[in-house]
């Protein structure tokens, strides 16, 4: 049998990347990036021009179509490898971004008559503007005690398919009306691939972000109820279709796509899958014990169990949710590699920026030198990482940032080290909360830019959570992992794999080189993390809500 391939596409927020991988070993052969035309639309509607409110955040739907057909006909032509040969494609979303379609899985927003509607259009999953319903889906599945509850930390967030849905209702019943579905865009995207009148949906989405269960269904007719009559049957009508666990086969791509795509019709087709989810199997792992950080601008922690267990704050845990047979476990912080961006870019003094450009090194690196020579403590400064707010384990993104300890000597190399120490903490305050549930985490794997980026950060995670960390190998642990996704679709039968853990085996590596505790640090650390405890509970758990008040302030000083 000739060499086979497959593809995974990895839809970000600002663009999206389709790579071309082999089976045999997990090489990447070939990549391409296609930015999407229409981006993030927070201001005005395309075309009609129609203004946004503050905390919206939409997508244009044609623009993950051009991925498919500018990007995978790019990595084929570079890679020079015979479509025939390619025999499974996977992809990997953003998630909550969802949109409503009509009868024909056509989104309502291509229909000229309802494209001046804002809700028509695909929402992203960091479109904020459903808090108000998100507010009250809290409130009344506590006051019911609802079991769906403590499997998402206490809270569901704004940022979810039921939270967006009813904005919809509230907003526009009249595309609640039209709408035949309201879809993942994930799970869209791959109905356009396979054409299928009957639509698919991945447990993954499905779990973590539409309280889906794998035994118990979707929450009650009561419940929706109780929210508002007119959601009474939402699950039944406008989010039908059959939950499949990842891995299986969505159906084969058609004749039309296959040429626009420069692939062979009937090529595998994997189900939806989330981008830091798709990323555990991207760095080979496929048992429990093992955390994978997902480190950029924000970071998603994903976990593997063996049973349901209550977490304090973490986001979901659902049953093939990551990796089939398992309990995936996913928690996160809202911001990292965005708190380091804000003090680059809001806070060094321009000498900084000189040194830096002398040196030839961005600022990034210059801090990160300098901070390299002080040892843990050294400092005398201690953070609290909420510039975003805490999405675990506090769930309050009603928190702010902190920095203790100032004195006239401060340096800028010293408060980056904070802040690189302040997101190691709010790491550890999650590896704590799961391993203290039962839900062990005896190593951590990190992918994204950070690793790459900054080596101290990654020391710092080492020593704070007294772990080893290794590194993933790929640039693109996503991509691959939904590659992988679409090689298991085809099947071992057709040059694929019959599961992702035999994929993984095959096709996932991590560096040499790991991140090792280094004990006197630890030590160092250990006494520094109980402060930052004591910090984090004084003001996150309301013994001190100045952070609240400061804000209700704020807002009555801008009006
Ligand atoms: N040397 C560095 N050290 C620490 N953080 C960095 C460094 N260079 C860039 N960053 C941060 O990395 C983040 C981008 O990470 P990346 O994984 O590339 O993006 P994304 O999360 O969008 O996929 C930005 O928030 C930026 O501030
Ligand atoms: O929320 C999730 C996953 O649950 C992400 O899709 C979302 O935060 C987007 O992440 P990225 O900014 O693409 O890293």
């Known amino acids: ?331 996160g912080q809202s911001a990292v590699g965005d708190i380091f961006a804000w003090y680059v870019e809001q806070g060094v003094p321009a000498y900084v920026e000189k040194a830096a450009a002398e040196e030839g090194i961005n600022v990034h690196e210059w801090l990160e030198r300098r901070a390299s020579a002080y040892k843990p403590g050294e400092t005398g400064l201690l953070a609290l990482d909420w510039w975003n707010g805490n999405r675990s384990v506090l769930v309050d993104t009603e928190l702010n940032g902190l920095i203790l300890g100032y004195s006239l000597l401060t340096k800028p190399e010293e408060i980056y080290r904070t802040l690189l120490e302040a997101t190691a903490f709010g790491t550890r305050k999650i590896v704590d909360a799961f391993h203290s549930n039962g839900v062990e985490v005896e190593e951590l794997y990190a992918c994204g830019g950070l690793p790459q980026k900054n080596h101290l950060l990654m020391q710092i995670y080492a020593d704070v959570t007294n772990r080893e960390i290794k590194i993933a190998d790929s640039k693109q642990t996503p991509a691959l992992g939904a590659a992988m996704f679409g090689a298991v679709a085809a099947g071992a039968d057709k040059g694929g794999y019959d599961s992702i853990v035999d994929a993984a085996k095959q096709m996932a590596r991590v560096r040499k080189e790991t991140f090792k505790p280094i004990a006197e640090n630890v030590a160092v650390y250990e006494k520094l993390y109980q402060e930052y405890s004591k910090l984090h509970d004084y003001f996150g758990r309301g013994d001190n809500d100045v952070m609240k008040r400061l804000r209700s302030i704020r807002e009555e000083a801008r009006q």
């Open 1 to 331: 049998m000739s060499k086979k391939y497959a593809i995974g596409v990895d839809y970000g927020t600002e663009s999206g990347r389709a790579v071309l991988v082999d089976l045999s070993d997990g090489t990447e052969v070939a990549d391409h990036v296609t930015p999407y035309p229409h981006n993030v639309i927070d201001e005005k509607l395309p075309v009609s021009g129609v203004k946004l409110e503050y905390d919206w955040a939409l997508q244009h739907p044609q623009d993950y179509i051009d991925v498919l057909t500018q990007s995978v006909p790019a990595v084929v032509r570079a890679s020079g490898v015979d479509p025939a040969d390619i025999i499974g494609l996977g992809i990997d979303f953003t998630a909550c971004t969802m949109l409503p379609i009509d009868k024909a899985g056509q989104p309502l927003c291509f229909e000229p008559a309802l494209a001046a509607n804002p809700h028509s259009w695909v929402k992203l999953w960091k479109h904020h503007a459903a808090q108000d319903e998100a507010t009250l889906i809290n409130e009344i599945a506590a006051s019911r005690g609802e079991a769906f509850l403590p499997r998402y930390g206490g809270k569901i967030s704004s940022e979810w398919m039921i939270a967006k849905v009813w904005q919809i209702l509230n907003e526009a019943p009249e595309i609640y009306e039209q709408a035949d579905r309201f879809l993942e865009a994930t799970d869209w995207v791959v109905s356009q691939m396979t054409g299928q009148s009957e639509i698919v949906r991945n447990s993954c989405t499905a779990g973590y972000k539409s309280i889906w269960h794998k035994q118990d269904g979707y929450p009650s007719q009561d419940f929706f109820k109780a929210l508002d009559p007119r959601l009474v049957d939402v699950t039944e009508t406008k989010l039908r279709g059959d939950v499949v666990a990842l891995g299986t086969k969505a159906g084969e791509l058609t004749a039309a796509m296959a040429e626009r795509m420069g692939l062979v019709a009937g090529t595998a087709i994997a189900v939806g899958n989330v981008d830091a989810h798709a990323a555990v199997p991207g760095v080979g792992v496929v048992t429990p014990g093992k955390l994978v950080m997902a480190m950029g601008t924000s970071i998603c922690h994903m976990l593997l169990g063996t049973e349901e267990k209550e977490v304090e704050g973490m986001c979901g845990v659902v049953e093939d949710g990551i990796i089939p047979g398992y309990l995936g476990y996913e928690a």
